[in-house]
């Protein structure tokens, strides 16, 4: 899943996580399949949530609350295929 753009980077549960809401190119079926046309997605809204604990093993470096944001989109940029994106059931 491409993540075009990132809408809302925080931190929650007592900046413990970070949650993550964001527009993945080509996530969401627009038009089913038929005998003649493929189908077609489109962009949808996506949230995760990723660990404090994993950012800082993943730079191998503590990391204070004000650095976090531009630390969570280093972290996106390299694992955005690996993380467990889930569906916002809202219009995009």
């Known amino acids: 899943m ?3 753009t990132i809408d809302e980077i925080y931190l929650v549960n007592n900046d413990k996580e970070v949650y993550v809401k964001a527009i993945a190119e080509d ?3 627009i038009r089913s399949q038929t005998l003649l046309d493929p189908p077609e997605y489109g962009p949808a809204y996506v949230e995760t949530f990723i660990s404090i604990f994993d950012l800082q093993e993943f730079f191998d470096q503590d990391i204070s609350p ?3 944001i531009s630390y969570t989109e280093k972290y996106l940029e ?3 295929d690996d993380l467990d994106w889930k ?3 809202e219009d995009y």
Do not use: C, T
Request: proline letters at 0%; aromatic letters at 14%; hydrophobic letters at 45%.
């Open 2 to 4: 491409y993540i075009e």
């Open 87 to 89: 569906f916002i059931e």
């Open 78 to 80: 390299e694992l955005d």
């Open 27 to 29: 996530a969401k079926l």
């Open 66 to 68: 004000e650095e976090m």
